[in-house]
């Protein structure tokens, strides 16, 4: 069972930045590609950005521009670069693996907190 400990969220301003983190305790980590997902009060859980094995990032419209998804392979570890953030940004932040447009793993982390405030 792969194990996913997501970091580095907290409160921030609107317009702030943020760096967020996940160590996956898999030994094929650098094989996966992995993202990095969200949840808001009351909504789904929705993917915001995807990184191959090979480094070619994804980012779904509404964070374009201002986060980037970066990875250490020698770490386990994926992060998301978040900038100039948005209220709309406020949720709970999770990875996975990412395969064929779903996540890739059925287990979860606790996930990161994110809070933007005006």
């Known amino acids: 069972q792969v194990q996913l400990v997501e970091s580095g969220g907290g409160l921030v301003q609107a317009g702030g930045s943020l760096r967020l983190s996940c160590v996956a305790s898999t030994p094929s980590f650098r094989l996966n590609t992995m993202g990095w997902y969200r949840q808001a009060p009351g909504k789904q859980r929705e993917l915001v950005a995807t990184?191959?094995?090979?480094?070619?990032?994804f980012c779904v419209d509404f964070v374009k521009g201002r986060f980037t998804i970066s990875r250490d392979n020698t770490v386990n570890t994926v992060y998301l670069h978040m900038n100039n953030l948005k209220l709309e940004d406020t949720a709970v932040y999770y990875c996975n693996g990412h395969h064929l447009g779903y996540p890739m793993w059925n287990s979860w982390g606790q996930g990161t907190q994110v809070t933007v405030s005006s």
């Open positions: 990184i191959s094995s090979g480094g070619n990032t």
